[in-house]
Antibody
């Protein structure tokens, strides 16, 4: 059974840093691209970052580029999101998601339960 | 960035209804649109990928169609367990972008 378990969230002050983790199990983590997606309270979904299976490529939404860093440790089956210079607008539930694929298409087939990050003074 | 305009924002429906919602992309995204269901307090779940392909285990009352800029998602026979917010998402180019969601509520 595929499982994605996020951790590391909490209440932080504006300008501070936080590092989220997502531990994966039930699949060969090192073979799949992974994403972070967030959802502000009572709002919609926002894709924020992608990392390839071998860390060879990373992509970010403009809203987090230069402040957030996605990384992974395939030996630990763990995905990370390092968040710096946090702002109130970064307050959200953060989900990690596994990228599944068919012959010619990719999609988010599994999501974690999410971890809440609140940025407030 | 590609903007996904989803409509309507909400719908009041009854069990057994046929439910249709739409998603319009600000530019051509081919067939690279997926539909996700998010129930209250849960993470999203994939229902439809590549515009019209039902994901594994998804009931056949859920269907998707469209290409280019206009996409439609239909629930043919609404069930109580289908109450949720439904999101479209384009995966044609980064950044991937979602519609604002359509919330289904009981009439």
């Amino acid at each position: 059974e595929v499982q994605l378990v996020e951790s590391g969230g909490g209440l932080v002050q504006p300008g501070s840093s936080l590092k989220l983790s997502c531990v994966a199990s039930g699949f060969t983590f090192s073979s799949y691209n992974m994403h972070w997606i967030r959802q502000a309270p009572k709002k919609g979904l926002e894709w924020i970052a992608l990392i390839y299976y071998d860390s060879s490529n990373k992509y970010y939404a403009d809203s987090v580029k230069g402040r957030f860093t996605i990384s992974r440790d395939n030996s630990k089956n763990t995905l990370y999101l390092e968040m710096n210079s946090l702002r109130s607008e970064d307050t959200a539930m953060y989900y990690c998601a596994k990228e599944g694929y068919t012959t010619d298409y990719w999609y988010f087939d599994y999501w974690g339960q999410g971890v809440m990050v609140t940025v407030s003074s | 960035d590609i903007v996904m305009t989803q409509s309507p924002t909400s719908m009041s429906i009854s069990v057994g209804d046929r439910v249709t919602m739409n998603c319009k992309a600000s530019q051509n995204v081919g067939s690279n649109v997926d539909w996700y269901q998010q129930k209250t307090g849960q993470s999203p779940k994939l229902l439809i990928y590549k515009a019209s392909n039902r994901y594994t285990g998804v009931p056949d009352r859920f269907t998707g169609s469209g290409s280019g800029t206009d996409f439609t998602f239909t629930i043919s026979n609404m069930q109580a367990e289908d109450l949720a917010v439904y999101y479209c998402m384009q995966s044609n180019s980064y950044p991937y972008t979602f519609g604002a969601g359509t919330k289904l509520e009981l009439k």
